[in-house]
């Protein structure tokens, strides 16, 4: 193999492609992020931290700034245009409330988008300014999840049927196959190594 | 759609797969760690910034703290094992520095896995703690990637075929299907609704 450098390229994809959503001058607005983090892993008393990354240019930081609160969803490949066309237009230009049907969860201000298999609301922890960028970290609420994409009672990624992003060659992907075991198929060589 | 509250399950997955690379006690070191973030776009004289949630009980986050140096390493399907096994076993207990061919970019810290198809270096920026992670934020210094992953001179995510990680019915995916492209495929909506 012959590696070859870039210099600091980012290439952590693909990522996952979200429609982030806030209140913003008394409604609910939408932007399309794919620059997400996952912060920790719940457990006891500890909550699941969840990480957006938005250029304080945006007209949803606005709102996320004054609400302190804001949501996750998931949009499906079948709403890939008009998740594309959330992330090309700006709030501060077009009135983005009606393109969804909007449900509400716990938090006041945190619009989620029902017909998205997937949502999340979340209450701002903490924000983490690098270069231009707000990077809110939000304390997990609740989520919200399609009956038709369960399987086992749990949220089943195939029946999601999520967008990934990838930045490199610009271009939405879908997820394949399952074709492996966490924490299980590494356990051969556990027993050879140790 | 009939949609049902799960709680503050977190359901921001897929997400990458990555083994995360430091030097521990003199040697390197590997853990595998797919709760990752991007945290801003890179642009003019600002670099880019990604991020890692790792539990502050593991070995991996000794060396990071001492160096402030660490790598992001992303292994193909192919890997699929190895990558497994390096989340089993801890470098407390199990020397893993002769696991991989190990190479340095310009970091001195930074071990980076020379037969994974894309690495990053990246430099200690700052260390967010919520709950018992630790996430490490770090500035990217350098990308190393297989020349065979190329195509026009850009990483190739389906040469890459990188492992896709779902920690809510815990499996292992594979990317599928290029499905369409971010800034264009939302245009036409553009035009009815402008």
């Keep these: 193999m012959k590696r070859t450098a870039l210099g600091g390229k980012n290439a952590l994809y693909p990522s996952l492609t979200t429609i982030v959503g806030a209140d913003v001058d008394g409604k609910p607005n939408w932007i399309t992020i794919a620059h997400v983090g996952i912060m920790n892993h719940a457990s006891g008393d500890i909550p699941q931290y969840l990480s957006i990354g938005v250029h304080s240019s945006h ?13 996750i969803n998931i949009p499906s490949q079948a709403m890939l245009a ?5 992330g090309l237009v700006s709030g501060e230009k077009v009135d983005k409330s ?3 049907p909007v449900e509400r969860g716990e ?7 029902a017909n998205c298999p ?23 609420v609740n989520t919200f999840v399609d009956e ?16 990934l992003f990838d930045f490199m060659k610009i271009d939405y992907w879908s997820i394949g196959q399952r074709t492996g075991k966490p924490w299980r198929d590494g356990k051969s060589l556990k027993k050879q190594g140790e």
Excluded at 82 to 86: L, N, W
Excluded at 107 to 113: E, G, M, N, Q, V
Aim: some cysteine; proline content about 4%.
């Design 59 to 71: 007209y949803t930081n606005k709102g996320i700034r004054e609400h302190r609160e804001f949501s």
């Design 82 to 86: 008009i998740t594309d066309y959330v």
């Design 98 to 100: 009606t393109l969804f």
């Design 107 to 113: 938090l006041a201000h945190a619009p989620l988008i």
């Design 118 to 140: 997937l949502s999340m609301e979340l209450k701002l922890h903490q924000t983490v300014t690098l270069g231009q960028h707000e990077i809110f970290i939000g304390e997990l």
């Design 148 to 163: 038709a994409c369960l399987t086992d009672g749990k949220p089943d990624v195939a029946k999601i049927d999520p967008l």
